[in-house]
């Protein structure tokens, strides 16, 4: 029988060289590709993690991302209040510079395992001896100190912690009480509160609107600070004023209430002649505007007519004095602008129409329906008779010659005449 050795030899005998040679090759990249490419090339990251406690990991324990083992702990030991832990994975597995370390419980009685987080995206990686601190790490809560906490709430809570005296049971008694037969009640409640949520979340950006508002009132308010200081101390004077006087004004107040009623009162009473009244004033008011121009020149004239009246008294007498200015109708440029002012005066005598024309210029107004008279001269010149005690005006009548007439003196006016006018209620 031929051993495998002896046929192995037989085989490499039968081989040339070259071959032999080739087949060398091929066994060394072979091994080269399963170091490289199989086993990452030999390289692994060694990561070190610290941890208050490691109840359940061990050397050999797996170290794993998302569940998947990448890596295995190579070694744990206390350092003090903490616990170091060595953990090695393969070169190609990229874990995040930021990663965390957590001790993860499968089950309550299974080994325990590393796992590292989150998941690599892209960004710096973990690099060979690399530290992870504590307060990257986390480790489950274990189940006896959940029965810890446990016990230590049902002492607490017992006869001998905040129920020694029954104050417990009582309050329980007395929720029970106060919430038996309310269930639809409180669901109602849980309803409306649930309604009042949905609504306030439906108008939040109202609510956030008004809040920004708000922020603008307040920042216009910050900004005049110094007008709302002043307005303030203002308001505190006034306040401050009325705080003086609140008796006054107290009193005030009740007499102004007492005038109301009395006010109401007499309205009620006459309400009718008020309405007449009220109706009688509308048409005074209604004259008042439509004669609003005789007014307003009654209001122009009325002071000038009452300081005339006032001088034309006599005191001593109780009378009235006035003068007759009659004696300047002997002017005939007086009487002539008053006669072209009037213009509808009665017809004058022919020879005073010709002298007020000759007076004017031509400018007498001419009356309808009288007949115009013929137009006289003057002294010297055919036609128009003298005046007596009236002096000739120098008149240039087109194409007639004026020759020169000595002037008359003016009369003497008159001396004035004192008419008693008798005024009631004056002796």
């Known amino acids: 029988m031929t051993e495998p050795g002896e046929r192995v030899d037989r085989v490499f005998g039968e081989l040339s060289r070259p071959q032999r040679v080739g087949i060398v090759v091929l066994i060394v990249v072979a091994l080269v590709l399963d ?4 086993r990452g090339g030999g390289r692994e990251i060694r990561v070190t993690a610290h941890f208050d406690r490691t109840v359940g990991v061990y050397q050999g324990s797996d170290v794993r991302v998302l569940g998947v083992k990448i890596g295995t702990i190579t070694q744990v030991q206390p350092e003090g ?5 060595e953990l090695r994975y393969d070169a190609d597995r990229k874990v995040p510079a930021d990663a965390i370390a957590v001790v993860v419980a499968p089950s309550v009685v299974s080994d325990r395992y590393i796992q590292l987080a989150p998941v690599y995206h892209d960004g710096p990686v973990l690099q060979d001896g690399a530290d992870i601190p504590r307060s990257r790490t986390a ?6 100190e959940v029965y810890a906490a446990l016990s230590e709430l049902s002492t607490a809570l017992g006869p001998h912690g905040a129920n020694s005296g029954g104050a417990l049971s009582r309050l329980v008694d007395v929720g029970a009480a106060n919430l038996e037969g309310n269930g639809e009640a409180i669901g109602q409640t849980l309803t409306d509160l649930s309604r009042a949520v949905r609504t306030l979340s439906e108008g939040r950006e109202d609510l956030f609107g008004t809040v920004r508002n708000l922020q603008t009132f307040t920042t216009a308010l ?3 600070d110094q007008q709302v200081r002043q307005f303030n101390s203002l308001l505190a004077s006034v306040a401050n004023q009325f705080a003086g006087d609140r008796a006054a004004l107290a009193a005030a107040l009740a007499n102004l209430a007492t005038a109301l009623g009395d006010v109401a009162g007499f309205v009620r009473e006459n309400r009718a ?10 048409s005074v008011t209604s004259v008042l505007v439509r004669q609003r121009a005789a007014l307003a020149e009654f209001l122009d004239v009325a002071p000038t ?17 006035t003068r007759n200015q009659m004696s300047s109708l002997a002017d005939p440029a007086v009487l002539c602008t008053l006669i072209r002012a009037a213009g509808r005066l009665p017809a004058l005598p022919p020879t005073q129409q010709q002298l007020c024309q000759a007076v004017l210029g031509g400018k007498l107004p001419t009356i309808p329906g009288l007949p115009q008279p013929p137009r006289p001269g003057v002294p010297g010149v055919p036609g128009v008779p003298s005046v007596p005690g009236m002096p000739v005006p120098s008149v240039s009548v087109p194409g007639v010659p004026v020759p020169s007439v000595p002037s008359t003196p003016p009369l003497p006016a008159p001396p004035p005449t004192t008419l008693p006018v008798p005024i009631p209620g004056v002796p």
């Open 35 to 38: 170091l490289i490419v199989l």
């Open 81 to 85: 209040r903490t616990v170091r832990v």
């Open 139 to 144: 480790t489950p809560v274990e189940l006896d």
């Open 222 to 224: 910050a900004r005049n």
């Open 273 to 282: 002649a008020l309405r007449r009244n009220v109706a009688g004033l509308a």
């Open 305 to 321: 007519a009452l300081s005339n009246l006032n001088n034309a008294y006599n005191a001593s007498s109780g009378t009235l004095d």
